[in-house]
């Protein structure tokens, strides 16, 4: 259930909103990926910071969809 939220959240570069190690927060999901031990995590940003983040996935609970908040991601420009 939850990858499918965070599926559709990606697609249509919606923000939701988390319970990440039991602290509310604003959620900018980029993409869904496996770390080094095999367990699921996401990248995004936290709360409108200006860097990609990785989640682990076990640690998001309360999932909340908001639809009303589109974003765009950041692509960082190397000179």
Avoid: C, W
């Avoid at 599926?7 to 570069?13: F, G």
């Avoid at 604003?26 to 936290?46: A, I, Q």
């Avoid at 640690?59 to 974003?71: A, C, Q, T």
């Amino acid at each position: 259930m939850k990858t499918e939220i965070f599926s559709k959240a990606i697609l249509n570069r919606n923000r939701i909103q988390i319970l990440y190690e039991y602290e509310e927060k604003v959620f900018e999901p980029y993409y869904l990926s496996l770390d080094s031990n095999g367990e699921k995590v996401v990248f995004g940003r936290l709360n409108h910071s200006h860097e990609v983040k990785m989640i682990e996935y076990k640690k998001i609970m309360n999932i909340k969809v908001l639809d009303y908040s589109h974003f765009s991601p950041i692509i960082p420009i190397l000179n």
